[in-house]
């Protein structure tokens, strides 16, 4: 059986098809493919709160550049999904997307306060159920990495 060589990125090396097992050999790329994309997103701490009508995420550093960073990604970000993924040692345990509520972005001294709230009952309900979720697989030990549009913004635990 022939076998072809692949890069992580899952696009397959030019050319190398085994010949004569009826196996087509690939065309070679026009554009040279580009590399995996790496984001550095700030380590900060996390700390979620049930509020009336929804949740609050605030989430520190104690570094000043790292604040100054999540707070741009923040404001370049804002007025999008907000979501948070809660890993332990490096895999996906829950997701919570908080499109039950309008999510809201504030400055603070060392970072950012995400409130999500609703008026309706049973999104706000939701929305502190995520939010009492999470706050269990923090305090496990999970690391929760937050998200507005898709894009992180911080990684950290409590």
Do not use: H, Y
């Not at 550049?65 to 707070?71: N, P």
């Not at 999008?80 to 809660?86: E, P, T």
């Not at 999104?123 to 939010?131: D, H, N, P, S």
């Amino acid at each position: 059986m022939a076998s072809m060589i692949m890069e992580r990125t899952g696009m397959g090396m030019p050319g190398m098809a085994m010949g004569g097992v009826g196996m087509p050999g690939m065309a070679t790329p026009s554009t040279m493919p580009t590399g995996t994309n790496w984001l550095m997103v700030p380590r900060c701490t996390l700390k979620m709160d049930k509020v009336t009508g929804g949740m609050k995420i605030t989430c520190s550093c104690d570094d000043k550049m790292a604040a100054t960073m999540m707070q741009n990604l923040c404001t370049m970000l804002t007025g999008g999904m907000c979501s948070c993924c809660m890993m332990m040692n490096g895999m996906i345990v829950c997701t919570c997307n908080l499109t039950m509520g309008m999510c809201k972005c504030e400055m603070i001294d060392k970072g950012v306060c995400v409130t999500c709230t609703s008026g309706d009952k049973a999104c706000c309900e939701m929305i502190q159920a995520c939010c009492e979720c999470m706050n269990s697989m923090l305090k496990a030990g999970c690391t929760c990495c937050m998200f507005m549009n898709n894009s992180p913004i911080c990684c950290g635990c409590c």
